[in-house]
């Protein structure tokens, strides 16, 4: 299936723990993207990476740290967990600029 | 304020009604509004993407209109169905910013039978 997939779908931790999600597209395309959905359902950009090179970086506190190993693959580092980054995170690909993002289906991500 | 608004900001109609969707935006100058559907535990998926200069597109029983001199656009979905419940987000490309998206908060639609 070709398809935008990221890891968990749901994590629960506690505050100061470090975790990681993974994203994966098989998709061929250039551009991959992490998003925040907050609990009024506002999608934010956190972070855009083109060809495994960071090409934006919204205000995201530093304990946020994507990595991408290679173009398919854009995870999402982060340290030190708290209580107000609950939220869903999406991972999404694009091809072009000004062509459709493709979204995975999200990671629940509940600190408590 | 949010610089794409859109409204209603949840609605419940019956199948087999149509409904419309609307999105009002500031964002200027920009490149292209894209309406996405998202389902309860998905992620969104594109329904149509306008520039500027045009001012509709359909994709099966949706339609979506543009006014670019009122920085207005709506979401027509015809015939609606049980699948067509869902939030539907209005996202606006941001010329200046390096096409950057602003997504709005999103209409619930509920289709009941």
């Known amino acids: 299936d070709t398809a935008v997939s990221q890891t968990p779908k749901y994590l629960v931790t506690q505050m100061g723990n470090d975790k990681s999600i993974k994203c994966e597209q098989n998709?061929?395309?250039?551009?991959m993207y992490w998003y925040k959905q907050d609990s009024k359902k506002f999608l934010k950009i956190m972070f855009s990476?083109?060809?495994?090179?960071?090409?934006i970086n919204e205000t995201v506190p530093n304990r946020f740290s994507p990595k991408s190993p290679d173009k398919a693959h854009l995870n999402l580092h982060i340290n030190s967990l708290e209580l107000g980054d609950s939220a869903v995170y999406f991972c999404?690909?694009?091809?072009?600029?000004?062509?459709?993002?493709?979204f995975g289906n999200g990671t629940r991500l509940t600190v408590t | 304020k949010n610089q794409v608004e859109q409204s209603p900001q949840s609605l419940i109609i019956l199948e087999g009604k149509n409904c419309t969707l609307q999105?009002?935006?500031?964002?200027?100058?920009?490149?292209?509004l894209r309406w996405y559907k998202q389902d309860t535990g998905r992620g969104p998926v594109s329904l149509t993407i306008?520039?500027?200069?045009?001012n509709t597109k359909s994709n099966g029983r949706y339609t979506a209109t543009l006014d670019a001199d009122t920085k207005q656009s709506s979401l027509h979905i015809t015939a609606s169905q049980l699948s067509d419940s869902a939030s539907y987000i209005c996202?606006?490309?941001?010329?200046?910013?390096?096409?950057?998206?602003?997504f709005g908060a999103g209409t619930i639609l509920r289709v009941k039978s």
């Open positions: 999404a690909s694009t091809d072009r600029v000004n062509s459709p993002l493709h």
């Open positions: 998709l061929g395309h250039d551009t």
């Open positions: 990476y083109n060809n495994k090179e960071l090409i």
């Open positions: 999105c009002n935006y500031t964002v200027s100058p920009f490149s292209n």
């Open positions: 306008m520039t500027f200069s045009e």
């Open positions: 996202v606006v490309s941001a010329r200046e910013y390096g096409n950057k998206l602003v």
